[in-house]
């Protein structure tokens, strides 16, 4: 993908398996990264890894064409973020993908996957490619169940004595 993918206008709800208003995946609205990053920055992965708040907004405030930001909207609130990196090694990255605590378990997250994964593959694309903290359980399992398979483990990445687990979804 050379240019961001436009975002989804609007999902069906039934795709998230809740049922409750409308879903919507966009850009992240101005001050979101400020009320977000001390949000993120208090759960895992990030609390455990040390992430400062600061860090954390100041990734999601960032603008970069092949690195977008998307806010997934549950009624009009911002109910999880992701960051993508385009065009890495034949896909994109998920760079970050945090679901608001009292929004986990609706699948946004799935759908937010199978959305990159099709608009991915739209393109031409033969990847999406993750990592996530090998002491991060059920984030591994939350990837195997969106079908990514382990391609590696990187030793103290991001934090002495944890490895970061990559991995990939073949499209």
């Avoid at 977000?36 to 990734?59: M, N």
Wanted: proline content about 8%; aromatic content about 10%; hydrophobic content about 40%.
């Amino acid at each position: 993908m050379s240019q961001p993918p436009p975002p989804v206008e609007r999902y069906d709800t039934e795709l998230f398996g809740g049922g409750r208003g409308e879903v919507s995946l966009r850009a992240l609205p101005p001050g979101e990264p400020q009320r977000l990053g001390p949000v993120f920055a208090g759960i895992d992965p990030w609390a455990r890894l040390g992430y400062p708040a600061e860090a954390i907004s100041g990734y999601l405030g960032t603008l970069e064409k092949s690195a977008p930001r998307y806010a997934i909207m549950v009624g009009g609130e911002v109910a999880a973020v992701a960051g993508v990196r385009l065009n890495w090694l034949r896909g994109p990255y998920v760079q970050f993908l945090g679901v608001l605590p009292s929004y986990q378990k609706r699948k946004l997250g799935s759908a937010f996957l199978a959305w990159l994964a099709h608009e991915a593959k739209r393109h031409g694309e033969h990847n999406v490619w993750v990592l996530a903290s090998n002491f991060n359980a059920g984030a591994l399992r939350f990837y195997a169940a969106n079908g990514f398979e382990k391609t590696g483990e990187i030793a103290d990445l991001v934090a002495s004595g944890t490895s970061e687990v990559l991995m990939r979804r073949r499209l």
